[in-house]
């Protein structure tokens, strides 16, 4: 885990402002309770703000709990969400959502001295069917490996909505309960097999092996299952997991592991400190609750008013990227969420257009890439905020064709081009006549 320095700290963006008295949002919907499958519209006005500068989007959530916290940053317990982005164009208006199986739905408008998900308790509960939570089974075919061994997990699991739109197997690592993925398989079934053969490059210090599937459903739900460990040996050569090493002598401040193992802050007399926070130990920080070092904050957290991207309670400074979170991916410059990226991204293969920090899922069709630093002024074609390099064809934008190779108009091209069974001249990258 990498170093942190204190000045980083300033520069961590804040996401949850508070409501500020310049600037307002309410927001009534036209029900107080719901039924799986029935439209829920929520009323909005807003006053002393531009509503091309506020973030709105409604927050679909699944699960059987019947008790539930308005504040849209909880997690209430293992729920499923959906979170989809709503443009706002004037100071009134309406929008709706459909929920998908019983939970809640909830539409929530922030900006910089802005937040609001009012009336009652913000959230508008849904009745119905319940979310068909995953079921999973795994069997490896060792009980224990070394270097050089294979390790097969025959694997099966239903749940979610069908078809699964994505697929992903990973092969993590452990180091103790520390975890990292070394191996990514794309699967293509929701039953079958998958193997790999343990590498002598893992880090010193791991301990155990096990296989990961994460899966996206065909409402855009995102789960994981999972399954069991194989424990492995062998002289691995690779770093070891950079956790905190206890000092000898404790006489100075700092974090250091107790004998109930448990990582605990001290003040420089040596005293135990009840701090709550961002803890700087040995260059990096460290997110502590009444002084004890939260090893379960993994993910985007929320700490002293900035999210910030944490495994295992250390901010990963290291880190710059996409982070899930709640359902929806979030852009991290060196492990802080930066609300201040706007553009097209690459990540694991593929280019997403964000918006302040947030992938678009709302933008689809043909869209230029102009008006931030650094776009190339080029016209892509986009699904769901995700440029389709490998799509070569024709669409249809402002009531004209154009013509795109890799996801990406053909400005340049000028000749005929065959395309669902005609052929079509082409000036431009425009089909004309």
């Given at each position: 885990m ?23 949002a ?93 009336q ?24 224990q ?19 699964y ?22 699967l ?26 994460d ?30 090493e ?6 100075s ?15 420089e ?7 709550t ?22 993910g ?6 900035n ?18 979170y ?21 990540y ?86």
């Amino acid at each position: 885990m990498k170093k942190l320095a204190c000045v980083l700290l300033a520069l961590a963006l804040l996401c949850g402002a508070a409501l500020a008295d310049s600037s307002t949002a309410t927001i009534t919907y036209d029900r107080t309770t719901a039924a799986v499958g029935e439209t829920v519209t929520a009323n909005y006005v807003i006053t002393g703000a531009d509503p091309d500068e506020l973030w709105a989007w409604w927050r679909v959530a699944l699960g059987d709990d019947d008790e539930y916290d308005p504040d849209y940053h909880t997690h209430y317990g293992n729920m499923r969400y959906l979170e989809t982005d709503v443009q706002l164009s004037a100071q009134t208006g309406s929008t709706s959502a459909v929920p998908e199986a019983k939970g809640y739905v909830q539409f929530v408008i922030e900006g910089v001295d802005l937040l609001s998900y009012t009336q009652g308790n913000g959230i508008v509960p849904v009745s119905g069917e319940a979310y068909p939570e995953p079921e999973s089974s795994f069997t490896y075919n060792v009980e224990q490996a070394t270097i050089g061994d294979t390790v097969t997990c025959q694997y099966e699991f239903s749940g979610g909505f069908t078809p699964y739109e994505r697929i992903q197997g990973d092969w993590i690592a452990w180091q103790g309960s520390t975890g990292f993925t070394f191996e990514e398989t794309p699967l293509s079934a929701a039953s079958g097999s998958a193997s790999f053969t343990i590498p002598a490059d893992l880090p010193s210090d791991t301990t155990a092996v096990s296989f990961w599937i994460d899966i996206d459903d065909a409402k855009g739900y995102h789960f994981f299952v999972s399954g069991g460990e194989v424990p492995v040996s062998g002289a691995f050569t690779g770093e070891p997991a950079n956790q905190p090493e206890p000092e000898p002598e404790h006489t100075s401040g700092g974090l250091r592991q107790d004998d109930d193992g448990l990582w605990r802050c001290y003040d420089e007399n040596g005293e135990l400190s009840h701090i709550t926070g961002l803890v700087i130990f040995d260059n990096a920080a460290f997110v502590v609750a009444d002084g004890v070092l939260q090893t379960n904050a993994n993910g985007l957290v929320l700490v002293d008013g900035n999210w910030l991207y944490a495994s295992q309670g250390q901010v990963q400074t290291q880190y710059t990227g996409l982070v899930l979170y709640d359902g929806a991916w979030f852009y991290v410059t060196e492990g802080g969420m930066d609300l201040n990226r706007n553009g097209l991204i690459d990540y694991d293969g593929s280019r997403f257009l964000v918006s302040e920090g947030r992938i678009r899922y709302d933008v689809n069709g043909l869209w230029q890439n102009a008006g931030v630093q650094g776009a190339d002024g080029e016209w892509y074609y986009l699904a769901s905020g995700q440029v389709q390099t490998q799509y070569t064809g024709l669409a249809l934008y402002d009531g004209a064709w154009f013509y795109l190779v890799g996801g990406k108009l053909a400005a340049g091209y000028t000749g005929p081009v065959e395309y669902d069974g005609a052929t079509f001249q082409v000036v431009n990258g425009q089909v004309v006549g």
